[in-house]
């Protein structure tokens, strides 16, 4: 863990709000100079506190309309490796996100399709198909609320 302080809480939540900030902008907003905030930046990032940033993507707009959340339990552990299950399911492109759980699942998905019969040609032809799967339960995502984090 690494100790923060007001400052760098300061940026943190910044960051959170809009990743596209400037440490000139960032600075000036919490009275820093561009130079000390860059620093700040630079040693959240090294010491892996600011992950690589990455594009959020309206995929509404882009017609993926139907998002579904898998709890994924594997019917063979000991047959089919954890790591051939993962190397497959994360080829999958309309898989976003591949998470190891503990509990009734054994992975939980989240996947993007077009609509929901795109989603069920996934769902068959994809997901179904991987080495090891056993019981998939599914969850359609009706609506999503974006929390500001434990930095609030």
Same mark, same amino acid.
Request: hydrophobic share 40%.
């Given at each position: 863990?690494?100790?923060?302080?007001?400052?760098?809480?300061?940026?943190?939540?910044?960051?959170?709000?809009?990743?596209? #900030?400037?440490?000139?902008?960032?600075? +000036?907003?919490?009275?820093?100079?561009?130079?000390?905030?860059?620093?700040?930046?630079?040693? %959240?990032?090294?010491?892996?506190?600011?992950?690589?940033? +990455? %594009?959020?993507?309206?995929?509404?707009?882009?017609?993926?309309? /139907?998002?579904?959340?898998?709890?994924?339990? %594997?019917?063979?552990?000991?047959?089919?490796?954890?790591? &051939?299950?993962?190397?497959?399911?994360?080829?999958?492109?309309?898989?976003?996100?591949?998470?190891?759980?503990?509990?009734?699942? &054994?992975?939980?998905?989240?996947?993007?399709?077009?609509? #929901?019969?795109?989603?069920?040609?996934?769902? +068959?032809?994809?997901?179904?198909?991987?080495?090891?799967?056993?019981? /998939?339960?599914?969850?359609?995502?009706?609506?999503?609320?974006?929390?500001?984090?434990?930095?609030?």
């Amino acid at each position: 863990m690494i100790d923060l302080d007001a400052s760098d809480r300061a940026i943190l939540r910044a960051l959170q709000a809009d990743a596209t #900030l400037k440490a000139s902008e960032l600075g +000036r907003r919490i009275g820093l100079s561009q130079p000390a905030t860059w620093r700040r930046i630079k040693r %959240l990032q090294e010491a892996d506190v600011l992950k690589p940033r +990455r %594009l959020d993507l309206g995929l509404e707009k882009l017609g993926f309309g /139907v998002t579904v959340f898998l709890g994924v339990k %594997l019917a063979t552990k000991g047959r089919v490796s954890l790591e &051939d299950f993962e190397r497959a399911v994360t080829a999958i492109p309309e898989v976003q996100t591949v998470q190891h759980v503990l509990g009734l699942y &054994d992975y939980r998905l989240r996947v993007t399709a077009r609509d #929901l019969p795109d989603f069920e040609r996934v769902l +068959r032809r994809r997901i179904m198909t991987l080495p090891g799967v056993g019981n /998939v339960e599914a969850n359609v995502l009706l609506s999503e609320e974006r929390r500001p984090g434990p930095l609030g």
